[in-house]
């Protein structure tokens, strides 16, 4: 039998392992590998948005601020809900569909 040896070529441009870019890019490897790489832009606490948002989660945090419409307890989906959640409380709700029935007709002879 024989061996076939599979030749690797490297494609396009040789790298420049000593240069700027090649340095700049394995330290940010390394950064990535330790965890050091920071993502995206820097918050600004001071900033008129930081502030809102902060009085905005005090208030979600104490209720304050409520999102939505508010439930209208007096309509029908709602009466009908709550007439389900009764029914499932109580065990009286009957779930899938009801049996097919069967009519048979007599013919008299």
């Given at each position: 039998m024989k061996k076939v040896v599979e030749k690797v070529v490297k494609l396009?441009?040789?790298?420049n392992e000593n240069s700027v870019r090649q340095i700049r890019l394995k330290e940010l490897e390394m950064k990535r590998e330790l965890g050091l790489v920071k993502r995206g832009r820097p918050v600004n606490e001071n900033s008129e948005r930081q502030k809102?948002?902060?009085e905005l989660e005090n208030k979600r945090v104490n209720?304050?601020?409520k999102r939505g419409r508010p439930?209208?307890?007096n309509s029908e989906r709602q009466k009908r809900l709550n007439e389900l959640e009764s029914k499932r409380n109580s065990g009286t709700l009957k779930l899938g569909r009801p049996k097919k029935v069967?009519?048979?007709d007599e013919?008299?002879?």
């Open positions: 396009g441009r040789p790298v809102r948002l902060s209720g304050e601020v439930v209208n307890e069967v009519v048979t013919v008299a002879a």
